[in-house]
């Protein structure tokens, strides 16, 4: 059974940083590029950050030179880095594979909200 399990959310003010963490079932993480994906209230659901099995990266223009996505092969987890947090990134926060995600991959998310 696939599993994907998101960790590391909060709330944090305006300028602050978080990390998530993205725990995937070792048959996903190590076949496949993983994405962080979010989806703020009223809103659909979009793509943030991507890695490829090799780590090249890529990212929404929204978040590019704030947030970073890595992997760690070892530890089929994928971490999501996000500094000079905005109220504007609010949303709860998911991992899934890329390019095309699973809608049967989705886990429970995590809860990003930024505000004074």
């Known amino acids: 059974q696939v599993q994907l399990v998101e960790s590391g959310g909060g709330l944090v003010q305006p300028g602050g940083s978080l990390r998530l963490s993205c725990a995937a079932s070792g048959s996903i993480f190590r076949s496949n590029a993983m994405g962080w994906y979010r989806q703020a209230p009223g809103k659909q659901r979009e793509l943030v950050a991507a890695?490829?099995?090799?780590?090249?990266?890529n990212y929404a223009d929204s978040v590019k030179g704030r947030f970073t996505i890595s992997r760690d092969n070892a530890k089929n987890t994928v971490y999501l880095q996000m500094n000079s947090l905005k109220p504007e990134d609010t949303a709860v926060y998911y991992c899934?594979?890329?390019?095309?995600?699973?809608?049967?991959?989705w886990g429970q998310g995590t809860q990003v909200t930024v505000s004074s």
């Open positions: 899934n594979v890329f390019p095309m995600y699973r809608t049967d991959y």
């Open positions: 890695i490829t099995i090799g780590s090249r990266t």
